[in-house]
Protein backbone atom coordinates (compact mmCIF):
# COMPACT_ATOMS: atom_id res chain seq x y z
CA UNK A 1 0.00 0.00 0.00
CA UNK A 2 1.65 3.75 -0.82
CA UNK A 3 1.31 6.22 1.66
CA UNK A 4 -1.30 7.98 -1.09
CA UNK A 5 -3.61 5.30 -0.18
CA UNK A 6 -3.76 5.15 3.29
CA UNK A 7 -6.90 6.87 4.94
CA UNK A 8 -5.61 10.38 5.90
CA UNK A 9 -6.05 11.25 9.48
CA UNK A 10 -9.07 14.31 10.52
CA UNK A 11 -7.69 17.61 9.64
CA UNK A 12 -7.77 18.65 13.11
CA UNK A 13 -5.15 16.76 13.64
CA UNK A 14 -3.27 17.65 10.57
CA UNK A 15 -4.23 21.35 11.50
CA UNK A 16 -2.14 21.07 14.66
CA UNK A 17 0.76 20.03 12.64
CA UNK A 18 0.26 23.19 9.72
CA UNK A 19 0.26 25.33 12.60
CA UNK A 20 3.24 24.12 14.32
CA UNK A 21 4.96 24.51 10.81
CA UNK A 22 3.22 27.78 10.41
CA UNK A 23 5.05 28.99 13.37
CA UNK A 24 8.40 27.42 13.05
CA UNK A 25 8.68 28.60 9.17
CA UNK A 26 8.73 32.18 10.45
CA UNK A 27 10.75 31.34 13.25
CA UNK A 28 13.14 30.30 10.59
CA UNK A 29 13.27 33.02 8.34
CA UNK A 30 13.28 35.50 11.88
CA UNK A 31 16.31 33.92 13.10
CA UNK A 32 17.99 33.72 9.90
CA UNK A 33 17.58 37.72 9.41
CA UNK A 34 18.17 38.69 12.94
CA UNK A 35 21.11 36.27 13.31
CA UNK A 36 24.22 36.80 15.60
CA UNK A 37 26.63 39.27 14.05
CA UNK A 38 24.29 40.75 11.68
CA UNK A 39 26.14 44.23 10.69
CA UNK A 40 23.02 47.39 10.53
CA UNK A 41 22.74 47.32 6.45
CA UNK A 42 23.04 43.90 5.45
CA UNK A 43 20.80 42.15 3.47
CA UNK A 44 17.89 40.16 3.96
CA UNK A 45 19.57 37.01 3.25
CA UNK A 46 16.91 35.35 2.13
CA UNK A 47 13.22 33.67 3.15
CA UNK A 48 10.20 35.79 2.28
CA UNK A 49 7.15 34.87 4.75
CA UNK A 50 4.16 36.03 3.17
CA UNK A 51 4.73 33.43 0.03
CA UNK A 52 5.39 30.99 2.54
CA UNK A 53 2.50 31.67 4.29
CA UNK A 54 0.14 31.62 1.18
CA UNK A 55 1.67 28.16 0.52
CA UNK A 56 1.32 26.55 3.98
CA UNK A 57 -1.53 24.13 3.53
CA UNK A 58 -1.09 23.61 -0.33
CA UNK A 59 2.31 22.34 1.16
CA UNK A 60 0.98 20.79 4.00
CA UNK A 61 -1.84 18.82 2.01
CA UNK A 62 1.21 17.47 -0.04
CA UNK A 63 3.99 16.14 2.47
CA UNK A 64 1.43 15.07 4.94
CA UNK A 65 -1.01 13.10 3.27
CA UNK A 66 -0.47 13.26 -0.76
CA UNK A 67 2.96 12.43 -1.34
CA UNK A 68 4.07 9.28 -1.47
CA UNK A 69 8.31 8.25 -0.87
CA UNK A 70 9.24 7.93 -4.17
CA UNK A 71 7.40 11.30 -5.73
CA UNK A 72 9.21 14.44 -6.95
CA UNK A 73 8.43 17.67 -5.88
CA UNK A 74 9.60 21.02 -7.42
CA UNK A 75 8.53 24.02 -5.57
CA UNK A 76 8.60 27.95 -6.02
CA UNK A 77 11.84 29.00 -4.74
CA UNK A 78 10.59 31.50 -2.26
CA UNK A 79 8.44 28.86 -0.12
CA UNK A 80 11.51 26.55 0.53
CA UNK A 81 11.15 27.06 4.15
CA UNK A 82 7.74 25.22 4.22
CA UNK A 83 9.16 22.18 2.74
CA UNK A 84 12.45 22.21 5.25
CA UNK A 85 10.00 22.59 8.22
CA UNK A 86 7.95 20.30 7.36
CA UNK A 87 10.84 17.34 6.71
CA UNK A 88 11.90 18.52 9.52
CA UNK A 89 8.98 17.83 11.94
CA UNK A 90 8.84 14.21 10.07
CA UNK A 91 12.60 13.75 10.95
CA UNK A 92 13.69 13.65 7.29
CA UNK A 93 16.89 15.22 7.39
CA UNK A 94 19.88 12.94 6.51
CA UNK A 95 23.73 13.59 5.70
CA UNK A 96 24.87 14.05 1.99
CA UNK A 97 25.79 10.58 0.48
CA UNK A 98 23.64 8.06 2.45
CA UNK A 99 20.82 7.44 4.60
CA UNK A 100 22.62 8.79 7.84
CA UNK A 101 19.88 10.46 9.97
CA UNK A 102 20.19 13.51 11.63
CA UNK A 103 19.19 13.38 15.44
CA UNK A 104 16.27 15.78 16.66
CA UNK A 105 18.79 18.09 18.33
CA UNK A 106 21.07 18.16 14.83
CA UNK A 107 17.89 18.77 13.07
CA UNK A 108 16.98 21.88 15.44
CA UNK A 109 20.58 23.52 14.71
CA UNK A 110 19.98 22.50 11.25
CA UNK A 111 16.72 25.29 11.13
CA UNK A 112 18.85 27.72 12.50
CA UNK A 113 21.11 27.51 9.53
CA UNK A 114 19.14 28.94 6.76
CA UNK A 115 20.98 30.37 4.09
CA UNK A 116 24.28 30.04 6.46
CA UNK A 117 27.78 28.95 5.38
CA UNK A 118 28.75 25.39 6.83
CA UNK A 119 31.54 25.24 9.22
CA UNK A 120 32.89 22.63 9.36
CA UNK A 121 32.16 22.19 5.41
CA UNK A 122 30.65 19.21 6.31
CA UNK A 123 27.98 20.77 8.38
CA UNK A 124 24.24 20.59 6.97
CA UNK A 125 22.96 24.24 5.85
CA UNK A 126 19.86 25.07 4.22
CA UNK A 127 19.42 27.43 1.59
CA UNK A 128 16.37 29.53 1.15
CA UNK A 129 16.22 28.12 -2.17
CA UNK A 130 15.87 24.56 -2.46
CA UNK A 131 19.72 22.68 -3.60
CA UNK A 132 20.91 19.66 -3.80
CA UNK A 133 23.13 20.25 -1.00
CA UNK A 134 19.92 20.42 1.78
CA UNK A 135 19.45 17.60 3.79
CA UNK A 136 15.75 17.05 2.39
CA UNK A 137 17.11 17.57 -0.76
CA UNK A 138 15.81 13.44 -1.77
CA UNK A 139 13.29 13.84 -4.81
CA UNK A 140 13.58 17.66 -4.46
CA UNK A 141 14.72 19.37 -7.49
CA UNK A 142 16.43 22.67 -7.45
CA UNK A 143 14.71 26.09 -8.11
CA UNK A 144 16.63 28.88 -8.05
CA UNK A 145 15.62 29.93 -11.68
CA UNK A 146 11.33 30.45 -11.82
CA UNK A 147 10.00 28.67 -14.71
CA UNK A 148 12.21 25.87 -15.07
CA UNK A 149 11.77 23.25 -12.38
CA UNK A 150 8.27 22.48 -13.45
CA UNK A 151 9.61 21.63 -16.85
CA UNK A 152 12.18 19.99 -15.63
CA UNK A 153 10.20 17.11 -13.74
CA UNK A 154 7.77 17.02 -16.91
CA UNK A 155 10.89 15.69 -18.62
CA UNK A 156 11.63 13.48 -15.83
CA UNK A 157 8.63 11.58 -15.31
CA UNK A 158 9.00 11.29 -19.02
CA UNK A 159 12.96 9.70 -18.50
CA UNK A 160 10.96 7.02 -15.59
CA UNK A 161 8.59 6.21 -18.31
CA UNK A 162 11.07 5.63 -20.86
CA UNK A 163 13.41 3.24 -18.23
CA UNK A 164 10.32 1.43 -17.30
CA UNK A 165 9.12 0.87 -20.35
CA UNK A 166 12.52 -0.41 -21.68
CA UNK A 167 12.99 -3.02 -18.50
CA UNK A 168 15.31 -0.82 -16.51
CA UNK A 169 14.98 -1.29 -12.43
CA UNK A 170 13.48 1.49 -11.19
CA UNK A 171 11.46 2.20 -8.40
CA UNK A 172 7.69 2.07 -7.92
CA UNK A 173 5.45 4.62 -10.34
CA UNK A 174 6.32 8.05 -9.19
CA UNK A 175 4.38 11.34 -9.20
CA UNK A 176 5.83 14.10 -10.11
CA UNK A 177 4.31 17.35 -7.72
CA UNK A 178 5.53 20.97 -9.04
CA UNK A 179 4.22 24.20 -6.91
CA UNK A 180 4.02 27.71 -8.69
CA UNK A 181 2.95 30.96 -8.53
CA UNK A 182 0.26 32.61 -10.49
CA UNK A 183 3.25 34.98 -11.44
CA UNK A 184 5.37 32.64 -12.52
CA UNK A 185 2.70 30.21 -14.46
CA UNK A 186 3.68 33.28 -17.38
CA UNK A 187 7.04 32.34 -17.51
CA UNK A 188 7.78 30.91 -21.57
CA UNK A 189 9.36 27.80 -20.70
CA UNK A 190 6.16 26.54 -18.62
CA UNK A 191 3.81 27.57 -21.78
CA UNK A 192 5.97 26.01 -24.64
CA UNK A 193 5.80 22.39 -22.50
CA UNK A 194 1.81 22.95 -21.49
CA UNK A 195 0.98 21.08 -24.22
CA UNK A 196 3.80 18.77 -24.56
CA UNK A 197 2.54 16.44 -20.88
CA UNK A 198 -0.82 15.94 -22.33
CA UNK A 199 0.32 14.57 -25.93
CA UNK A 200 2.49 12.19 -23.94
CA UNK A 201 -0.18 10.75 -21.97
CA UNK A 202 2.05 12.28 -18.76
CA UNK A 203 -1.31 11.72 -15.85
CA UNK A 204 1.66 11.46 -13.39
CA UNK A 205 2.18 14.72 -13.83
CA UNK A 206 0.56 17.62 -11.34
CA UNK A 207 0.70 20.96 -11.33
CA UNK A 208 -0.44 23.41 -8.66
CA UNK A 209 -0.46 27.44 -8.89
CA UNK A 210 -0.31 29.17 -5.74
CA UNK A 211 -2.95 31.84 -6.53
CA UNK A 212 -2.48 34.64 -4.26
CA UNK A 213 -3.33 37.44 -6.76
CA UNK A 214 -0.04 39.15 -5.59
CA UNK A 215 3.75 39.37 -7.01
CA UNK A 216 6.85 40.43 -5.94
CA UNK A 217 5.80 44.36 -6.69
CA UNK A 218 2.26 44.39 -5.10
CA UNK A 219 -0.91 42.78 -6.37
CA UNK A 220 -1.51 41.54 -9.47
CA UNK A 221 -3.76 43.43 -11.73
CA UNK A 222 -4.65 42.02 -15.28
CA UNK A 223 -6.70 43.35 -17.63
CA UNK A 224 -9.72 41.63 -17.01
CA UNK A 225 -11.98 43.13 -19.87
CA UNK A 226 -8.95 41.82 -22.27
CA UNK A 227 -8.44 38.13 -20.55
CA UNK A 228 -12.40 37.27 -20.69
CA UNK A 229 -12.15 37.10 -16.59
CA UNK A 230 -9.61 36.52 -14.10
CA UNK A 231 -6.34 35.32 -14.21
CA UNK A 232 -7.17 32.37 -13.20
CA UNK A 233 -9.72 31.99 -15.82
CA UNK A 234 -7.10 32.44 -18.43
CA UNK A 235 -4.67 29.76 -16.89
CA UNK A 236 -7.57 27.23 -16.55
CA UNK A 237 -8.57 27.59 -20.30
CA UNK A 238 -4.84 27.61 -21.60
CA UNK A 239 -4.74 24.17 -19.76
CA UNK A 240 -7.55 22.92 -20.95
CA UNK A 241 -7.24 23.92 -24.26
CA UNK A 242 -3.44 22.08 -24.11
CA UNK A 243 -4.96 18.70 -22.57
CA UNK A 244 -4.81 19.11 -19.00
CA UNK A 245 -8.03 19.06 -16.63
CA UNK A 246 -7.81 21.65 -14.58
CA UNK A 247 -9.08 21.83 -10.51
CA UNK A 248 -10.23 25.39 -9.45
CA UNK A 249 -10.18 25.23 -5.32
CA UNK A 250 -11.73 28.35 -4.60
CA UNK A 251 -13.56 27.97 -1.39
CA UNK A 252 -13.25 26.87 1.80
CA UNK A 253 -16.07 24.78 3.67
CA UNK A 254 -17.73 27.62 5.36
CA UNK A 255 -18.16 29.32 1.98
CA UNK A 256 -19.99 25.84 1.26
CA UNK A 257 -21.76 26.54 3.81
CA UNK A 258 -23.07 29.86 3.12
CA UNK A 259 -23.79 28.86 -0.70
CA UNK A 260 -26.65 26.38 0.40
CA UNK A 261 -28.57 29.11 2.38
CA UNK A 262 -30.92 31.70 0.32
CA UNK A 263 -28.83 33.93 -1.90
CA UNK A 264 -25.39 31.50 -1.65
CA UNK A 265 -25.97 31.11 -5.57
CA UNK A 266 -25.27 34.90 -6.34
CA UNK A 267 -22.78 34.72 -3.56
CA UNK A 268 -20.92 32.27 -5.23
CA UNK A 269 -21.37 33.74 -8.53
CA UNK A 270 -19.42 36.99 -7.26
CA UNK A 271 -16.95 35.07 -6.14
CA UNK A 272 -16.38 33.15 -9.05
CA UNK A 273 -16.24 36.56 -11.15
CA UNK A 274 -18.36 39.16 -10.26
CA UNK A 275 -15.39 40.77 -8.32
CA UNK A 276 -12.00 41.38 -10.06
CA UNK A 277 -8.93 39.98 -8.44
CA UNK A 278 -8.30 43.47 -7.88
CA UNK A 279 -11.42 44.23 -5.85
CA UNK A 280 -11.06 41.55 -4.35
CA UNK A 281 -7.91 42.27 -2.77
CA UNK A 282 -8.05 45.87 -1.75
CA UNK A 283 -11.24 44.50 0.18
CA UNK A 284 -9.73 41.61 1.55
CA UNK A 285 -6.84 44.34 2.94
CA UNK A 286 -9.34 46.56 4.07
CA UNK A 287 -11.20 43.84 6.10
CA UNK A 288 -14.24 45.45 6.93
CA UNK A 289 -17.45 43.74 7.12
CA UNK A 290 -19.67 46.95 6.18
CA UNK A 291 -17.19 47.63 3.53
CA UNK A 292 -17.36 44.63 1.67
CA UNK A 293 -21.47 44.31 2.31
CA UNK A 294 -21.70 47.99 0.44
CA UNK A 295 -19.42 46.79 -2.48
CA UNK A 296 -20.46 43.05 -2.47
CA UNK A 297 -24.44 43.81 -2.05
CA UNK A 298 -24.63 46.64 -4.21
CA UNK A 299 -26.80 45.69 -7.61
CA UNK A 300 -26.86 42.90 -5.96
CA UNK A 301 -30.07 42.22 -3.67
CA UNK A 302 -29.63 38.57 -2.95
CA UNK A 303 -26.04 39.06 -1.52
CA UNK A 304 -26.88 41.56 0.15
CA UNK A 305 -29.34 40.03 2.13
CA UNK A 306 -27.25 37.35 2.90
CA UNK A 307 -24.75 39.31 4.21
CA UNK A 308 -26.89 41.41 6.07
CA UNK A 309 -27.93 38.11 8.21
CA UNK A 310 -24.29 37.45 9.01
CA UNK A 311 -22.26 38.84 12.16
CA UNK A 312 -19.71 41.04 11.13
CA UNK A 313 -16.98 38.56 12.18
CA UNK A 314 -18.80 35.78 9.64
CA UNK A 315 -18.46 38.09 7.09
CA UNK A 316 -15.08 38.78 6.57
CA UNK A 317 -14.44 35.08 7.83
CA UNK A 318 -16.45 34.24 4.22
CA UNK A 319 -14.90 36.43 2.50
CA UNK A 320 -11.11 35.25 3.25
CA UNK A 321 -12.15 32.07 3.17
CA UNK A 322 -10.33 30.46 -0.16
CA UNK A 323 -10.07 26.82 -0.80
CA UNK A 324 -6.41 27.03 -0.43
CA UNK A 325 -6.29 27.04 2.82
CA UNK A 326 -8.69 24.51 3.29
CA UNK A 327 -6.68 20.81 3.78
CA UNK A 328 -9.04 19.32 3.32
CA UNK A 329 -10.21 20.76 -0.33
CA UNK A 330 -6.45 20.55 -1.12
CA UNK A 331 -5.95 16.59 -0.28
CA UNK A 332 -9.42 15.83 -2.70
CA UNK A 333 -7.66 18.10 -5.20
CA UNK A 334 -4.51 15.89 -4.75
CA UNK A 335 -6.48 12.50 -4.65
CA UNK A 336 -8.07 13.77 -8.25
CA UNK A 337 -5.20 14.26 -10.12
CA UNK A 338 -3.95 10.80 -9.15
CA UNK A 339 -6.92 9.40 -10.52
CA UNK A 340 -6.31 9.63 -14.26
CA UNK A 341 -3.10 7.91 -15.41
CA UNK A 342 -2.82 9.41 -19.05
CA UNK A 343 -3.85 12.76 -18.03
CA UNK A 344 -1.96 15.09 -16.41
CA UNK A 345 -3.29 17.92 -13.53
CA UNK A 346 -3.43 21.31 -13.15
CA UNK A 347 -4.60 22.66 -9.86
CA UNK A 348 -5.69 26.06 -9.20
CA UNK A 349 -5.59 26.97 -5.35
CA UNK A 350 -7.15 29.91 -4.45
CA UNK A 351 -5.05 31.77 -1.44
CA UNK A 352 -3.92 34.87 0.62
CA UNK A 353 -0.26 36.06 0.85
CA UNK A 354 0.57 36.59 3.90
CA UNK A 355 -2.12 34.37 5.32
CA UNK A 356 -2.27 34.05 9.55
CA UNK A 357 0.24 36.89 9.57
CA UNK A 358 -0.67 40.93 9.90
CA UNK A 359 0.62 41.77 6.35
CA UNK A 360 -2.02 39.56 5.00
CA UNK A 361 -3.32 40.95 1.50
CA UNK A 362 -0.70 44.08 1.60
CA UNK A 363 0.78 44.75 -1.66
CA UNK A 364 4.11 45.58 -0.22
CA UNK A 365 4.16 42.04 2.13
CA UNK A 366 6.51 40.17 -0.26
CA UNK A 367 10.07 41.02 1.96
CA UNK A 368 8.14 42.00 4.83
CA UNK A 369 9.69 40.53 7.82
CA UNK A 370 7.27 39.83 10.81
CA UNK A 371 8.41 41.36 13.95
CA UNK A 372 10.13 39.44 17.19
CA UNK A 373 6.66 39.78 18.73
CA UNK A 374 4.93 38.83 16.30
CA UNK A 375 6.82 35.14 15.98
CA UNK A 376 6.45 35.25 20.06
CA UNK A 377 2.91 35.28 19.31
CA UNK A 378 2.56 32.83 16.90
CA UNK A 379 4.90 30.08 18.69
CA UNK A 380 3.01 30.71 21.53
CA UNK A 381 0.14 29.93 19.29
CA UNK A 382 1.07 26.88 18.21
CA UNK A 383 2.40 25.29 21.89
CA UNK A 384 6.26 26.61 21.28
CA UNK A 385 8.39 28.98 22.67
CA UNK A 386 11.08 31.16 21.60
CA UNK A 387 13.83 29.64 23.61
CA UNK A 388 12.89 26.27 22.07
CA UNK A 389 11.03 26.84 18.38
CA UNK A 390 11.56 24.14 16.56
CA UNK A 391 10.42 21.36 19.01
CA UNK A 392 9.02 18.17 17.85
CA UNK A 393 5.36 17.03 18.82
CA UNK A 394 5.55 14.29 22.14
CA UNK A 395 5.84 10.75 21.25
CA UNK A 396 2.79 10.30 23.15
CA UNK A 397 0.67 12.92 21.35
CA UNK A 398 -1.59 12.41 18.20
CA UNK A 399 0.51 14.37 16.18
CA UNK A 400 3.92 12.88 17.22
CA UNK A 401 2.40 9.29 16.25
CA UNK A 402 1.50 10.12 13.17
CA UNK A 403 4.29 12.07 11.69
CA UNK A 404 6.56 8.98 13.74
CA UNK A 405 4.83 6.77 11.08
CA UNK A 406 4.98 8.80 7.88
CA UNK A 407 9.13 9.10 9.03
CA UNK A 408 9.24 5.73 9.37
CA UNK A 409 7.30 4.77 6.22
CA UNK A 410 9.57 7.79 4.18
CA UNK A 411 13.04 7.01 5.44
CA UNK A 412 12.44 3.00 4.67
CA UNK A 413 11.35 4.12 1.03
CA UNK A 414 14.48 6.67 1.07
CA UNK A 415 17.07 3.60 2.11
CA UNK A 416 15.26 1.43 -0.17
CA UNK A 417 15.88 3.63 -3.02
CA UNK A 418 18.94 4.91 -2.16
CA UNK A 419 19.94 0.59 -2.37
CA UNK A 420 18.77 0.28 -5.72
CA UNK A 421 20.49 2.97 -6.77
CA UNK A 422 23.67 1.67 -5.94
CA UNK A 423 22.87 -1.68 -7.16
CA UNK A 424 22.01 -0.80 -10.59
CA UNK A 425 25.33 1.23 -10.25
CA UNK A 426 27.48 -1.88 -9.67
CA UNK A 427 25.33 -4.11 -12.13
CA UNK A 428 26.18 -1.56 -15.30
CA UNK A 429 29.97 -1.61 -13.88
CA UNK A 430 30.26 -5.41 -13.49
CA UNK A 431 28.20 -6.04 -16.33
CA UNK A 432 30.58 -3.74 -18.61
CA UNK A 433 33.37 -5.52 -17.44
CA UNK A 434 31.67 -9.18 -17.95
CA UNK A 435 32.18 -7.83 -21.73
CA UNK A 436 35.50 -7.39 -21.52
CA UNK A 437 35.20 -3.15 -20.82
CA UNK A 438 34.73 -0.81 -23.56
CA UNK A 439 36.60 -0.80 -26.34
CA UNK A 440 38.75 2.34 -27.68
CA UNK A 441 36.82 2.29 -30.66
CA UNK A 442 33.57 1.65 -32.48
CA UNK A 443 34.94 0.57 -35.71
CA UNK A 444 33.42 3.44 -37.44
CA UNK A 445 34.44 3.46 -41.68
CA UNK A 446 36.06 6.70 -42.52
CA UNK A 447 36.42 5.62 -45.89
CA UNK A 448 32.55 5.68 -46.76
CA UNK A 449 32.08 9.77 -46.62
CA UNK A 450 34.82 11.72 -48.63
CA UNK A 451 35.36 14.52 -45.57
CA UNK A 452 33.35 12.81 -42.05
CA UNK A 453 32.03 15.87 -40.21
CA UNK A 454 30.74 16.38 -37.47
CA UNK A 455 26.47 15.85 -38.57
CA UNK A 456 27.85 12.52 -40.24
CA UNK A 457 29.67 11.25 -37.63
CA UNK A 458 26.71 11.45 -35.11
CA UNK A 459 24.13 9.49 -37.46
CA UNK A 460 26.98 6.70 -37.86
CA UNK A 461 27.26 6.61 -33.88
CA UNK A 462 24.07 6.65 -32.92
CA UNK A 463 23.05 4.46 -36.20
CA UNK A 464 25.70 2.00 -34.87
CA UNK A 465 24.93 2.13 -30.98
CA UNK A 466 21.27 1.56 -31.57
CA UNK A 467 21.46 -1.52 -33.72
CA UNK A 468 23.88 -3.15 -30.94
CA UNK A 469 21.76 -1.79 -28.52
CA UNK A 470 18.51 -3.64 -29.59
CA UNK A 471 19.65 -6.56 -31.46
CA UNK A 472 17.77 -8.71 -28.84
CA UNK A 473 14.94 -6.72 -29.05
CA UNK A 474 13.92 -7.72 -32.47
CA UNK A 475 11.47 -4.75 -34.32
CA UNK A 476 12.36 -3.22 -37.32
CA UNK A 477 15.13 -3.65 -39.58
CA UNK A 478 17.97 -1.01 -39.38
CA UNK A 479 20.13 -0.17 -42.80
CA UNK A 480 22.24 -2.90 -41.92
CA UNK A 481 20.58 -6.24 -41.32
CA UNK A 482 19.36 -6.77 -38.10
CA UNK A 483 20.54 -10.29 -38.94
CA UNK A 484 23.88 -9.55 -38.45
CA UNK A 485 25.55 -10.57 -35.78
CA UNK A 486 27.92 -8.26 -33.40
CA UNK A 487 30.81 -8.37 -34.00
CA UNK A 488 33.38 -9.03 -30.41
CA UNK A 489 34.22 -5.93 -30.38
CA UNK A 490 30.42 -4.81 -30.80
CA UNK A 491 29.42 -6.74 -27.96
CA UNK A 492 31.69 -5.17 -25.32
CA UNK A 493 29.47 -1.89 -26.16
CA UNK A 494 26.03 -4.23 -25.54
CA UNK A 495 25.50 -2.49 -21.75
CA UNK A 496 26.53 0.94 -22.80
CA UNK A 497 24.54 0.59 -26.10
CA UNK A 498 21.58 -0.62 -24.11
CA UNK A 499 21.48 2.66 -22.37
CA UNK A 500 21.66 5.09 -25.70
CA UNK A 501 18.70 7.38 -26.37
CA UNK A 502 18.72 10.11 -29.42
CA UNK A 503 16.81 12.99 -28.66
CA UNK A 504 15.78 16.02 -31.60
CA UNK A 505 13.60 19.10 -31.66
CA UNK A 506 12.32 18.05 -35.22
CA UNK A 507 15.43 17.75 -36.72
CA UNK A 508 16.43 14.18 -37.04
CA UNK A 509 16.61 13.99 -40.67
CA UNK A 510 19.03 16.86 -41.01
CA UNK A 511 21.22 15.79 -38.42
CA UNK A 512 22.18 12.19 -40.00
CA UNK A 513 19.94 10.16 -37.42
CA UNK A 514 17.24 8.65 -39.77
CA UNK A 515 18.13 5.26 -39.00
CA UNK A 516 17.33 5.69 -35.40
CA UNK A 517 14.25 7.52 -36.04
CA UNK A 518 12.91 5.06 -38.59
CA UNK A 519 9.82 3.12 -36.96
CA UNK A 520 11.65 3.71 -33.36
CA UNK A 521 10.28 6.84 -32.22
CA UNK A 522 8.96 6.75 -28.60
CA UNK A 523 5.98 7.69 -26.96
CA UNK A 524 2.22 7.22 -26.27
CA UNK A 525 1.12 4.26 -29.33
CA UNK A 526 -2.03 6.08 -29.77
CA UNK A 527 -2.65 5.12 -33.63
CA UNK A 528 -1.66 2.82 -36.96
CA UNK A 529 0.98 3.79 -38.77
CA UNK A 530 -1.15 4.26 -41.96
CA UNK A 531 2.07 4.52 -44.48
CA UNK A 532 2.55 0.78 -43.92
CA UNK A 533 -1.32 0.09 -43.86
CA UNK A 534 -2.02 1.98 -47.24
CA UNK A 535 1.15 0.56 -48.63
CA UNK A 536 2.89 4.33 -49.00
CA UNK A 537 6.67 4.24 -49.36
CA UNK A 538 8.48 7.42 -48.86
CA UNK A 539 11.97 8.04 -48.49
CA UNK A 540 11.37 9.28 -44.90
CA UNK A 541 11.87 7.89 -41.54
CA UNK A 542 8.70 6.52 -40.39
CA UNK A 543 7.60 9.03 -37.15
CA UNK A 544 4.13 7.00 -35.53
CA UNK A 545 5.15 6.93 -32.13
CA UNK A 546 5.07 3.54 -29.84
CA UNK A 547 6.12 2.49 -26.47
CA UNK A 548 8.02 -1.13 -27.59
CA UNK A 549 11.13 -1.40 -26.07
CA UNK A 550 13.14 -1.01 -29.39
CA UNK A 551 12.04 2.60 -29.57
CA UNK A 552 15.31 4.68 -29.20
CA UNK A 553 14.07 7.89 -29.88
CA UNK A 554 12.12 10.98 -28.35
CA UNK A 555 10.81 13.43 -30.63
CA UNK A 556 10.11 16.95 -29.37
CA UNK A 557 8.64 20.13 -31.24
CA UNK A 558 10.25 23.03 -31.80
CA UNK A 559 10.46 24.91 -28.70
CA UNK A 560 13.07 26.34 -26.35
CA UNK A 561 12.29 24.54 -23.63
CA UNK A 562 11.92 21.12 -25.50
CA UNK A 563 14.88 21.24 -27.27
CA UNK A 564 16.85 21.83 -24.47
CA UNK A 565 16.68 18.18 -23.00
CA UNK A 566 18.49 17.50 -26.30
Avoid at 129 to 156: N, Q
Wanted: hydrophobic share 35%; aromatic share 8%; charged share 25%.
Amino acid sequence: MTLATLSPPGTALLTRIVDRAFAQTMAMIHFANHREGKQRGDPKVGGHPASCASSMHLLGALHLVARDVHDYVCCKPHASPVDHTFHHLMQLFRREGGASWLSIEESKAVMHRLRQFPHPIDQPVLQSYHARTDPDSFHFLPSGSVGIPPVVSVYLALAHRYARDHGFQVPPQAHFWSMMGDSEFREGSLLECLPDVAERQLGNVTWIIDYNRQNLDGTRIPNERGLRGADCDRIERTAADNGWRVVQVRHGKFRDELFDRPGGVALKRLFEGGLSDYAYQMLLLKGDAAEIRRACGQGNPDVQKLLKSLSDEEVTRAFADVGGHCLQKMIEAYDRARQDPDVPYLVIAHTIKGWGLECAAHPANHSTLPSEAEIVRLLEKAGLSIEDPFAHFGEDTEEGAYLRDRRDQFRRGIEEHLDLRRKNREWVRSSIAKEGGLPDSLGIDLSLFPMAHTQWMWGQLAAKLVRIGTKDEGGPRTAVSSEKSLSPEEQRWKTAADMVLTLSPDVGTSTNISPVLDQRIYGPDHQPDLEEELEIEVKHPALVATDEPWTRHIRFEIAEANGSPA
